[in-house]
């Protein structure tokens, strides 16, 4: 399976955007050394490199770039 990663500038700009929105988001990236989607634990938080559960692999993600998943709050 193929993931859609996008620059590490481009994903941060739109994080902080939707994080002063109100949104939490969470970062997720593609291992460099298997392939599999990783996501960070904590969200609104991007760290420039992230270290695969699967492998061990260490991706530079100001390199490869990555994406992000959110939770929107809605009113109750």
């Known amino acids: ?9 481009e994903i941060a700009a739109k994080g902080k955007d ?13 291992c460099v050394g ?3 989607r990783q996501v960070f634990d904590t969200p ?4 420039t490199q992230g270290k695969c559960e699967e492998c061990g692999t260490i991706t530079d993600l100001r390199e490869h ?12």
Not at 44 to 47: C, K
Request: charged share 15%; aromatic share 20%.
């Open 1 to 9: 399976m193929t993931y859609e990663d996008f620059p590490f500038a």
């Open 18 to 30: 939707l994080v002063d929105r109100g949104c939490d988001v969470f970062f997720k990236w593609t």
């Open 34 to 36: 298997c392939g599999a």
């Open 44 to 47: 609104n938080v991007l760290y």
């Open 65 to 76: 770039g990555g994406n992000y998943a959110l939770a929107i709050p809605l009113p109750l």
